[in-house]
């Protein structure tokens, strides 16, 4: 299927709304993870994955310590890092790209936390940023961030992990804002040879206690394992396997073919 | 003056420590952490686990660890030095008091394999030890430069049948390991039990370590009535420990902070979380931090592996704020020189952790004149003697007749 390209208007509108109404015209949900500051052309990387076929951009803010992160995000974020990338630098270049689909960003608490909560709130939507991802604060630490993320019009991303027993799932659901982020197996990112069984259980439990987008990340690491996930899921996070090939410096051209290729297959499904 | 109105309590639900503590993990880790904390809260109320436990310390780990008096030391430095020797305990440190703790309550609760960090591989080779006793599997995560200055205790884990990984990533000491564990606790939460080696990480691990180090202040505290008791409270002057993560230190201050001791906590000064951190979040808790003005966690950098980290247990945090205790700092140079010091002045070679605090009573004599000062000597030198014998060669060959 094919969809005519986003209007300009429904940039900087809320991320679950947009893909909301874009389920609802039967489309599958891709969101390919972005590296901040790894590369001179990361931005140009982000417009070109949204050219491409992106429901929405990941982009994650580098931090020191990234214990939900394997090794390919680990070493983007340190080749970031050690270009003198910062949390500040990422959002003023990603004012004003025009990706033409929401940005979320994706971090760790201490990032938001050292800036302000309300700050750092504000900062995100000032440079267009629809929603964060914090992958090291679970619900039971989440308030505080979530009363700033409001506030600024933020939406907060939770992940729902395989551990989770049920009322736990449904709490998590009922608090998320954006999609939920079914952690699609046990373990941290990074590109599998195949999908693991936990990827559809996960996405089949949070579908059966929400009506939000359904999500599937970590784990899935081409089109068909997409494919797969979406058989039950909403959609799907790609992170690693993308990183692996900026990393291998395929820049925006690659990455644009890969997820030109993921989307393909879902739009086959 | 010390306040002996604080108490170390029982953090609850949520685990904190005043503003410092909580509980921040990735969410697959959540379950996990909660069924520890509620498997610890039976278990510790459990007759039958503690007498276990207890059991262990005594029979295996060699409990209770003498109190000795450093008379020779004492008239030099013109006070009374005191030495709670955990050095003594079985693996040479007091990590073993920890270890086992988490060993039996892993068993209890149906896991077969330990994972854990290590800085100077004092908590990896007791971790080993613990796993070898109650024939668990065990990996060991130990930062690429650490594997290198503590080569001897990478070959003691291996002999005790653990499997020691490299952390490779970022700094490649401590914290990286910490990192790695973590990782790997995320894929294998279902047969594994993290065995975290200090007061730090989520909740309930600052609270659960402690309490299992509480032994340690609680037989100082006895040691220490006996000894002193007939020239006046039985309670010495100032209570003094290295900080790393903060496990021996809380686990000596657990047994006089309700008593009019001064505590004192010292930190290396190229990782002073206390010291020269800011609250920060890293490795599941609130605590002062290392970090730069964007909030990346900074290296710390000690001649000691064991202290080798940008954060502190956030119950030392709260004691900082509070007031109830102090945290100084000392350079590696003090260090070196106090290793030598404790060594030719008692005969007792110390670890370079403990050394810290000794290295703090050394510059501070002046103000400790005539007091009675507790030093924890929370472990042995022997997995330094090599890295020793390079730092003091030049010395030691300059001395030669
Ligand atoms: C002998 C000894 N003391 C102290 C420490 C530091 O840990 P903590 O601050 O938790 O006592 C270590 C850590 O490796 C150690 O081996």
Redesign the interface.
């Known amino acids: 299927m094919t969809l005519t390209p986003t209007a300009p208007e429904a940039v900087g509108a809320q991320l679950e709304a947009h893909l909301r109404s874009r389920r609802a015209a039967g489309r599958k949900l891709l969101v390919p993870y972005v590296t901040g500051g790894y590369g001179d052309d990361w931005v140009d990387v982000v417009r070109a994955v949204a050219d491409a076929g992106a429901d929405a951009v990941e982009v994650g803010v580098p ?6 992160d ?2 390919t995000i ?1 070493r983007a974020s ?1 080749l970031a ?1 050690a270009a003198g990338a ?3 630098s990422i959002l003023d270049q990603l004012h004003g790209s025009d990706a033409g689909v929401p940005l979320a960003v994706m971090t760790y ?3 938001a ?3 302000g909560l309300e700050r750092f709130a504000s900062e995100l939507a000032g440079a267009g940023v629809c929603a964060a991802i914090l ?7 989440v308030g505080p961030w979530t009363a700033a993320a409001d506030a600024a019009a933020v939406e907060t991303v ?8 049920d009322a ?1 799932l449904e709490r ?1 659901c009922a608090r998320a804002r954006g999609f939920v982020y079914a ?1 699609g ?4 990112t990074g590109a599998r040879s195949a999908l693991a069984a936990t990827a559809t259980e996960i996405a089949g439990r949070c579908k059966a206690v929400t009506d939000r987008p359904v999500l599937v990340g970590v784990g899935v690491s081409d089109a068909a394992q997409a494919r797969q996930a979406c058989t039950v899921a909403d959609g799907v996070v790609i992170g690693s396997a993308l990183v692996d090939r900026l990393l291998a410096g395929e820049g925006p051209d690659g990455a644009a073919r890969f997820v030109a290729e993921v989307r393909a297959a879902l739009d086959a499904g | 003056m010390a306040d002996p109105t604080v108490r170390l309590t029982d953090p609850g639900d ?1 685990g904190r420590f005043g503003d410092f503590g ?11 952490c909660q069924e520890l904390e509620a498997a610890f809260r039976a278990a510790w109320v459990d007759p039958a686990f503690r007498r276990e436990l207890d059991d262990l310390l005594r029979d295996y780990a060699g409990r209770p660890s003498p109190l000795t008096e450093c008379h020779r030391l004492s008239e030099q430095l013109g006070l009374r030095l005191l030495l709670k020797r955990e050095d003594l305990n079985h693996t040479g440190s007091h990590k073993i008091n920890n270890v086992l703790g988490q060993a039996l309550l892993a068993r209890r609760m149906g896991k077969t394999r330990l994972v854990a960090e290590t800085g100077a591989g004092q908590h990896g080779v007791a971790t080993a030890t613990a796993a070898a006793l109650l024939g668990m599997t065990c990996t060991v995560y130990m930062g690429e430069v650490d594997i290198e200055r503590q080569a001897l205790n990478v070959f003691r884990m291996r002999l005790l049948g653990a499997e020691v990984r490299p952390a490779s ?2 700094s490649r000491t401590l ?2 390991a910490v ?1 790695e564990a ?2 790997d606790w ?5 047969d594994t039990h993290y065995c975290l080696g200090s007061v730090m990480g989520p909740h309930p691990y600052p609270w659960m370590v402690r309490e299992l180090h509480r032994v340690i202040g609680d037989e100082a505290r006895a040691q220490c009535a006996a000894l002193l008791g007939a020239d006046g409270d039985g309670v010495p002057d100032v209570v003094t420990a290295c900080v790393g993560g903060g496990s021996n230190a809380i686990g000596i201050f657990s047994g006089f902070v309700d008593t009019r001791a001064e505590l004192v906590g010292v930190e290396p000064a190229g990782g002073a979380a206390v010291g020269r951190g800011v609250p ?5 808790s ?1 605590s002062y ?1 290392l ?1 730069d003005e ?4 900074l290296e710390a950098e000690s001649i000691s592996a064991g202290l080798d980290y940008p954060g502190v247990g956030p119950e030392h945090s709260w004691l900082a704020d509070v007031g109830r205790a102090r945290y100084e700092q000392v350079t590696d140079a003090e260090v070196i020189e106090a290793f030598q010091v404790l060594s030719r002045t008692e005969g007792i070679i110390p670890a370079l952790e403990p050394a810290h605090a000794l290295a703090w009573i050394l510059r501070a004599s002046d103000e400790l004149s005539g007091r009675t000062v507790l030093l924890n000597l929370s472990g042995r030198g022997d997995k330094d003697v090599g890295q020793m014998m390079d730092v003091l060669a030049d010395r030691l060959a300059e001395e030669r007749p």
């Not at chain 1, 939770?158 to 027993?165: E, G, I, M, N, S």
């Open positions: 931090f020191s310590d990234p214990v939900m394997g090794p680990q340190e890092l910062t949390p500040g608490y201490n990032i936390d050292h800036w992958p090291d604060v679970p619900l039971e630490e939770l992940l729902a992990a395989p551990t989770a027993p736990r998590i952690v197996l046990l373990g941290v | 949520a909580g509980r921040y993990v990735p969410e697959t880790l959540v379950p996990a990533s970022g914290k990286d990192n973590m990782r995320v894929a294998t939460v279902g920060g979040v890293v490795h599941g609130r931090l970090q964007w909030g990346q966690v």
